[in-house]
């Protein structure tokens, strides 16, 4: 199976930064990546999907990028309604999908 | 509107079953991969199992096989889960989610809360 590695695994930051989370593969997934983001007691919203496509409705402030093994989700300037978890999720084989831990963004 | 509500969660003993369904509304159900993932309390997403259009294929996360069981009925636009020889590390909010073009999750439904506990 395809181990997904998040780092890391809290951020504080403020509003108005630029904040990067990045997530690894085990082994080439291709561009086959998926980013949420979820808020206490919801459920994930998708926000990119094959590592740098938006998702319809998703801010532009929101940004993927990567392929094989190492991939970003890049917040451009951080907004009150982004602090939530963050998580992606490997699609290279359908039978075995994965996620990576998850990235906990914080008000500093 | 793409709408996806499970129910069925409960409150079962170590050893039991249960049995999960969600309801989907606003797509074509049966034009579409549907899962299950978990999460358990204060813990990250798991990928449970998901199942072809047709029902004809379904694949599972390693722990679970052999126990639980994924179905679906396209005329009743419904996606079930049973849950048999339940394990305390069963614990978790089960969500229904569509699969969209490939296999990423486009929608998901609000969860529903199996515990196992004695």
Same mark, same amino acid.
């Given at each position: ?108 | ?17 249960? !049995? @999960? ?8 159900? $049966?034009? #579409? ?6 999460? &358990? ?25 052999? !126990? @639980? ?8 636009? $419904?996606? #079930? ?6 394990? &305390? ?30």
């Amino acid at each position: 199976d395809i181990q997904m590695t998040q780092s890391p695994s809290t951020l504080s930051a403020s509003v108005g930064d630029r904040v990067t989370i990045t997530c690894r593969a085990s082994q080439s997934i291709s561009s086959w990546l998926a980013w949420y983001q979820q808020k206490p007691g919801k459920a994930p919203k998708l926000l990119i999907y094959k590592a740098s496509s938006l998702e319809s409705g998703v801010p532009s402030r929101f940004s993927g990028s990567g392929s094989g093994t190492e991939f970003t989700l890049t917040i451009s300037s951080l907004q009150p309604d982004d602090f939530a978890t963050y998580y992606c999720q490997q699609y290279n084989s359908y039978s075995s999908l994965t996620f990576g831990g998850g990235t906990k963004v914080e008000i500093k | 509107e793409v709408q996806l509500v499970e129910s069925g969660g409960g409150l079962v003993q170590p050893g039991g079953s249960l !049995r @999960l369904s969600c309801a989907a509304s606003g797509f074509t159900f $049966s034009s #579409y991969w549907m899962s299950w993932v978990r999460q &358990a309390p204060g813990k990250g997403l798991e990928w449970v199992a998901n199942i072809k259009q047709d029902g004809s294929e379904k694949n599972y996360v390693d722990s679970v096989k052999g !126990r @639980l069981t994924i179905s679906r009925d396209n005329a009743k636009n $419904s996606l #079930y889960l049973q849950m048999n020889s339940l394990r &305390a590390e069963d614990t978790a909010v089960y969500y229904c989610a569509r699969a969209g073009t490939m296999d990423y999750f486009d929608y998901w439904g609000q969860g529903t809360l199996v515990t196992v506990s004695s």
